[in-house]
């Protein structure tokens, strides 16, 4: 269901479940584990999600949704709960996490890429959260994150009014970061993950929760900031990466001033 390739100090994570990468129970089960993996990786500064199919998602296994009609509506939120906890667990992981959206992400699909802090799709791709029109709600966090990211207006359209948007205009409106030809897509990726990969892991991971420190109540965020400073500035690659920068730029002024002389 899932390849995993390490790459320096990133991961890429290929969803490889045909014909459509549904979520099941089964799949649930083997995200953990690719999890499980990429948590016990050290030094790691990005974690790029993409599909290795002609789309994203599209989202929940209907086959198994069906089964659930039969079933104590326990059964249902037993199954919303694991996303929840498999989504939560994606968003506070300590790197950054890349989602590469390379056409249709609908329902559950959709919402992993919300669970991630960087997307980029596909002009053609299509986005949306359409379970209104099966009776039922984006029960894996869909509802709060695309809220959050994208602001109350946004999640109303794409939600209650069932809109389907492509990547371009998903960009436009926040719920993605970039957005770009299909054909340029996994050059445009590769491009931003390894930019990412070469970032200190320490200092991104960080940024992070500092980043997060905004929605939390009662957390002061430029406090978090000012003790995070304090613990990075005595770190080995903090001081080790300064002293690179100001040598770089020593080097590059000592040059410029022997050729105006020359």
Same mark, same amino acid.
């Given at each position: 269901?899932?390849?995993?390739?390490?790459?320096?100090?990133?991961? &890429?994570?290929?969803?490889?479940?045909?014909?459509?990468?549904?979520?099941?129970?089964?799949?649930?089960?083997?995200?953990?584990?690719?999890?499980?993996?990429?948590?016990?990786?050290?030094?790691?500064?990005?974690?790029?999600?993409?599909?290795?199919?002609?789309?994203?998602?599209?989202?929940? %296994?209907?086959?198994?949704?069906?089964?659930?009609?039969?079933?104590?509506?326990?059964?249902?939120?037993?199954?919303?709960?694991?996303?929840?906890?498999?989504?939560?667990?994606?968003?506070?992981?300590?790197?950054?996490?890349? =989602?590469?959206?390379?056409?249709?992400?609908?329902?559950?699909?959709?919402?992993? *890429?919300?669970?991630?802090?960087?997307?980029?799709?596909?002009?053609?791709?299509?986005?949306?959260?359409?379970?209104?029109?099966?009776?039922?709600?984006?029960?894996?966090?869909? *509802?709060?994150?695309? *809220?959050?990211?994208?602001?109350?207006?946004?999640?109303?359209?794409?939600?209650?009014? =069932?809109?389907?948007?492509?990547? &371009?205009?998903? !960009?436009?409106?926040?719920?993605?970061?970039?957005?770009?030809? +299909?054909? %340029?897509?996994?050059?445009?990726?590769?491009?931003?993950?390894?930019?990412?990969?070469?970032?200190?892991?320490?200092?991104?991971?960080?940024?992070?929760? =500092?980043?997060?420190?905004?929605?939390? %109540?009662? *957390?002061?965020?430029?406090?978090?900031?000012?003790?995070?400073?304090?613990?990075?500035?005595?770190? %080995?690659?903090? +001081?080790? !990466?300064?002293?690179?920068?100001?040598?770089?730029?020593? +080097?590059?002024?000592?040059?410029?001033?022997?050729?105006?002389?020359?």
């Amino acid at each position: 269901m899932f390849e995993i390739n390490k790459l320096d100090n990133a991961v &890429e994570v290929i969803l490889q479940r045909p014909p459509v990468n549904a979520l099941s129970d089964a799949w649930i089960l083997a995200f953990h584990q690719v999890l499980d993996v990429i948590e016990q990786m050290d030094a790691l500064s990005v974690v790029h999600f993409r599909s290795g199919l002609e789309l994203f998602s599209a989202g929940a %296994d209907l086959k198994e949704i069906e089964q659930r009609l039969t079933m104590p509506p326990e059964e249902m939120v037993r199954y919303n709960r694991s996303l929840h906890t498999l989504f939560n667990r994606i968003e506070d992981l300590d790197c950054v996490t890349l =989602c590469e959206i390379n056409g249709l992400a609908f329902g559950g699909g959709f919402e992993l *890429t919300l669970a991630c802090d960087l997307r980029i799709a596909a002009n053609e791709a299509m986005l949306g959260l359409p379970e209104a029109r099966l009776g039922l709600i984006p029960g894996a966090g869909g *509802t709060q994150r695309l *809220t959050r990211i994208a602001g109350l207006g946004v999640a109303n359209m794409i939600i209650l009014g =069932c809109e389907v948007v492509d990547g &371009e205009e998903a !960009r436009r409106l926040g719920m993605v970061q970039w957005s770009c030809p +299909k054909e %340029d897509l996994p050059g445009k990726a590769r491009e931003i993950r390894q930019r990412i990969a070469a970032l200190a892991p320490p200092a991104l991971s960080v940024s992070k929760r =500092c980043i997060k420190a905004y929605l939390t %109540d009662g *957390t002061d965020g430029f406090e978090m900031e000012i003790e995070a400073q304090r613990e990075l500035i005595v770190s %080995d690659e903090a +001081k080790s !990466r300064v002293r690179a920068f100001v040598d770089e730029r020593r +080097k590059r002024s000592e040059s410029k001033k022997a050729g105006t002389s020359g």
